[in-house]
């Protein structure tokens, strides 16, 4: 599996947002797991081929391929499929989405991100404003929507929770990235 990288010099959108999250919930097999899915499923929209998945994760992985297949029509760009992060030198903080896609239902490209949690956070729609805030300022079509994708241990298709209102939103996360610019404990 590919190790994260950020060489920005920028928090990500998960760092920043991540004194939200109540950590105590999640275990290191959460972690894996998570990142495990992530690159398969990246893989799999950028054509590369993949190791047969663990057991375990053969439902998330379903789930989340049966929700593109029903779903997406065109793929505009996959998480680290370029090797660039995007950066919002302004606000100072990076990161890339799981995917900038159109939908069947939609022609506007939109951002779409990978959940291996079945429990709804807040800190989602934050999440998905930073990276619509990104694609914006990175040269990449203007997202007209997002959506978390919670995928599914029974392999059943994924549930999607759209966010509502990207620029409320963003002022949400830019709040917080300044917050954590200033405040978070710096070690030297």
């Known amino acids: 599996m590919m190790e994260y990288s950020n060489i920005s010099g920028f928090d990500s959108v998960t760092q920043v947002l ?20 992530h690159n398969y499923i990246k893989n799999h929209l950028l054509g590369v081929w993949n190791m047969p998945a663990p057991d375990e994760y053969k439902g998330y992985i379903e ?61 989602w729609a934050g999440q998905c404003a930073g990276y619509w805030n990104l694609v914006r300022l990175n040269g990449y079509p203007d997202a007209d929507w997002a959506v978390a994708v919670r995928l599914r241990k029974s392999g059943k298709i994924a549930l999607a929770n759209f966010i ?18 200033r405040y978070a404990l710096k070690v030297t």
């Not at 505009?76 to 989405?97: A, I, W």
């Not at 509502?164 to 610019?181: D, G, T």
Request: with cysteine; proline share 4%.
């Open 18 to 37: 991540s004194q939200y999250v109540d950590k105590s919930w999640f275990k290191d097999e959460h972690c894996y797991r998570g990142s495990y899915i």
């Open 63 to 123: 789930s989340g391929l049966l929700w593109i297949e029903k779903n997406v029509d065109k793929v505009l760009m996959v998480e680290n499929g370029d090797k660039t992060r995007l950066v919002d030198q302004q606000h100072r903080y990076s990161g890339q989405p799981d995917l900038l896609n159109t939908l069947k239902i939609n022609p506007k490209p939109g951002i779409t991100d990978w959940k291996t949690s079945i429990a709804f956070s807040v800190v």
């Open 164 to 181: 509502q209102n990207l620029p409320l939103e963003l002022q949400y996360f830019l709040n917080a990235n300044a917050a954590h610019r």
